[in-house]
């Protein structure tokens, strides 16, 4: 990721950020310059924000890189902690992530920080409480691998992605607090309305 892809990729997300996102769609030209004049103000201040949250989030994804790299931890939980920050840290996350959720991901990377600290000093626990993500996460990973994936709430399924993250929160680092109650019942009851057989098309 060159500075210069980083900085388009960003420039497009303060775009969507300021213009469209959680906002009516622009169906006419009326539409379109009365929501350019009303909200192109913001667009420096989304830019500014969003420019220093990405770089604070690389910074902080790097310094736990580092740490996992050196930290002598079971390799199911090392195996786990790559894949997380893989999922939280890959090209384009600059630009795809949405405000609502880039603004966790500190937090996120902090848990990562406090798991692999607690990792090395109680090893089978960190394991047990992997057991309990595990299945939970990999039948998202596995849905998203799909080329052809059934029926679901498309919605629901971005939502239980994240509440994965605050779900690690609560086991790994319940001292960073969740702002929802999260649990391993709740999210298997969201995966069963995701894709639940009489949810329309």
Known sequence: MTAATLGEEIGRAALRETFTEDKPIIRDAKEFHARLASERTRLHGVHTARTRLVVSVLHTASEVEALLSKAPLLQPTLD????QLAWLIFPGFAESITAA??????????ACRIRIQRAQTNPAGD????AEIQPLWQRYVQHTAL?????????????YRWLMEEFRVSLFA???????????????????????????A
């Open 101 to 110: 959720h880039l603004q966790h991901v500190p937090r996120y990377l902090e």
């Open 80 to 83: 786990d902690l790559s894949e």
């Open 174 to 200: 319940q001292e960073l607090r969740t702002p929802v109650p999260v649990s391993a019942k709740r999210l298997a009851a969201l995966l069963d309305r995701i894709f639940s057989p009489d949810r329309p």
């Open 147 to 159: 080329t052809e994936p059934p029926r679901h709430d498309k919605t629901l399924l971005t939502e």
């Open 127 to 130: 394991v047990r409480k992997l």
